[in-house]
Nanobody, 112 residues
Framework: QVQLVESGGGLVQAGGSLRLSCAASGSIFGTMGWYRQGPGKQRELVASITSGGATNYADSVKGRFTIARDNAKNTVYLQMNSLKPEDTAVYYC????????WGQGTQVTVSS
């Protein structure tokens, strides 16, 4: 059974940093990524990474966020630096193995 378990969310002041982790189990995954959904907004892609390490970022986070993965641990990370209040959202991990699987989400709140 496939499971994605996120951790690392929390409350941080603007300019601070957080590191999210997503541990995947039950399969071997191709592309993995992070999405977020802010209050009253649609879910949007934050960053993704292929099994080979190719990355893709939303323009709004380029230069501030870094996605990485450890294939041996089936874990994907999101290092978030220089956080802004507009980064406040529920962050979801996803991973692809024929279909897309999703985690339960972790709240990130950035205070001004």
């Amino acid at each position: 059974q496939v499971q994605l378990v996120e951790s690392g969310g929390g409350l941080v002041q603007a300019g601070g940093s957080l590191r999210l982790s997503c541990a995947a189990s039950g399969s071997i995954f191709g592309t993995m990524g992070w999405y977020r959904q802010g209050p009253g907004k649609q879910r949007e892609l934050v960053a993704s990474i292929t099994s080979g390490g190719a990355t893709n970022y939303a323009d709004s986070v380029k230069g501030r966020f870094t996605i990485a993965r450890d294939n041996a641990k089936n874990t994907v990370y999101l290092q978030m630096n220089s956080l802004k209040p507009e980064d406040t959202a529920v962050y979801y991990c996803n991973a692809r193995h024929y279909i897309w699987y999703w985690g339960q989400g972790t709240q990130v709140t950035v205070s001004s």
